[in-house]
């Protein structure tokens, strides 16, 4: 089987080494990968949100593309697209916004983040908040659901978006009786470096303290000189842990590298060799992509090509024809097939229905209930969303009470009922 994994890049700012080390690197790493069909976009949609300079996200498009091809991103054998040229998607973010519950995202942490900042402030909830940032989980959800991704690699923070998807791609197949979106997965990777920026903190645009990838190499080296360190003095030993010049050096060389590294800081080596060394590594690996880099963005017409050819080529194999599919199942369909819709609207019925969730407790969960909404059937808790879904797939083919029979879940009716409803989903589900 194919694994369909989704990485979005918004466009809002230059890249700089922790967008290298945490993101471009291990994803082109990734889509190197056996059975495995990759799909990278410029989320520039979703940069609107953020900042509403046309240039600066013109420029951060073209810097980020620039950046990917660099970096070693192969477009004959990935997907490769700029997403405001898939007009799809803004149409499927629309389907969503129908079935999506408003209560789900009046939980979306970044939108709960600026109501209490403007609590704290003595503000209204919603001052400043544009309806774009409020809508931001529903367009993230469009974006994974149009091409039924299986993974999207995030962070941490990241993972309730996923969640979101998932339940908003699952109300839609309840609502509209088929199973039409995949329900994707987070993919964490806990390996994948999170670097320091110039003031220790995480590298990032929101804080200033970032080191632009393709700075040039004097640049370059003035950054890393100005790296905040501790006052010890050469001679004396100094810790790794902690270090922002270590976790960078790290970050970028072998183990050995690495090893004889933390030696020298063993040893007691001064801040400014220190940084010398950092500077000598990061400059190895950078340089050949920054030749690469400043080729590539010398030569817009060439990237914008390669970005309109993806776009051309996913929309004709996947985005166009699922949303033909989509618009029928919605009812946006030609008024001359009225009749084959009357038929279908009297032989549809209410389904039971499993629907999975989050708890606060972090746990996941499931529940598989009747039409009128009367839960039948209750989950404990699991660890991850990949758990409680093979166990859903294993009780939807049930048909014995023996199969029932796991400490899993919790029957709230008579095994018969249960039993019934699972064969009226595997019914429906072949008739469709």
């Known amino acids: 089987m194919t694994t369909r ?5 918004t466009t809002s700012g230059t890249p700089h080494l922790g967008n290298f080390v945490g993101a471009v690197r291990p994803a082109i790493a990734a889509s190197r990968a056996a059975d495995t069909e990759s799909f990278y976009f410029l989320a520039d949609l979703h940069s609107l949100i953020k900042a509403q300079d046309p240039a600066r996200t013109q420029r951060s498009t073209l810097e980020i ?12 054998k990935v997907w490769f697209y700029r997403q405001s040229d898939v007009p799809e998607i803004p149409e499927l973010t629309w389907f969503l916004t129908c079935v999506a519950g408003k209560g789900i995202l009046n939980r979306a942490h970044a939108y709960k983040a600026a109501v209490d900042k403007n609590r704290a402030d003595g503000e209204d909830d ?11 989980p529903v367009l993230m959800a469009a974006d ?20 979101m998807a998932r339940d908003f791609g699952q109300r839609f197949n309840h609502v509209y009786g088929r199973e039409y979106f995949t329900l994707p997965e987070a993919l964490i990777d806990d390996h994948v ?5 110039l003031d220790g903190r995480k590298m990032s645009k929101s804080y200033g303290n970032t080191i632009p990838l393709f700075a040039k190499p004097a640049e370059l080296k003035k950054l890393i000189f100005s790296i905040l360190t501790d ?31 933390a030696q020298a800081y063993a040893d007691g080596i001064g801040w400014g060799d220190a ?29 914008e090509a390669i970005l309109r050819d993806g776009a051309q080529r996913l929309r004709a194999k996947y985005a166009t024809p699922f949303l033909r599919e989509l618009r029928d199942a919605v009812g946006l369909r030609d008024l001359t097939s009225t009749a084959t819709v009357a038929v279908q609207a009297v032989a549809k019925a209410a389904l039971p229905v499993f629907k999975q969730y989050r708890e606060a407790d972090g746990r996941f969960y499931f529940k598989l209930s009747d039409a009128q909404g009367n839960v039948l059937v209750q989950s404990r808790g699991f660890d991850s969303p990949r758990d409680a879904g093979q166990l859903v797939a294993v009780l939807k083919s049930a048909e014995t009470s023996e199969q029932l029979q796991t400490t899993d879940i919790v029957l709230q009716v008579s095994t018969d009922e249960v039993l019934a409803a699972l064969a009226q989903l595997r019914e429906a589900a072949a008739q469709a």
């Open 193 to 197: 470096a999170t670097l320091p920026g």
């Open 144 to 163: 994974i659901l149009i091409f039924n991704a299986h993974q999207v690699p995030v962070g941490r923070d990241q993972i309730q978006h996923i969640e």
């Open 126 to 136: 919603d001052a400043a908040v544009s309806a774009g940032l409020f809508m931001y």
């Open 65 to 76: 593309a620039a950046t990917w091809l660099a970096a070693g991103l192969e477009p004959d």
């Open 231 to 261: 006052s010890r003095a050469p001679g004396e030993a100094k810790d790794t842990e902690g270090s922002p010049l270590f976790q960078l050096y790290q970050a970028f060389a072998t183990p050995e590298e690495t090893a004889a590294f």
């Open 5 to 9: 994994v989704l990485t979005g890049i």
């Open 275 to 303: 940084k010398q060394q950092l500077f000598d590594r990061i400059e190895r690996d950078i340089a050949p992509l920054r030749d690469r880099y400043e080729t590539l963005i010398a030569r817009p017409a060439d990237i």
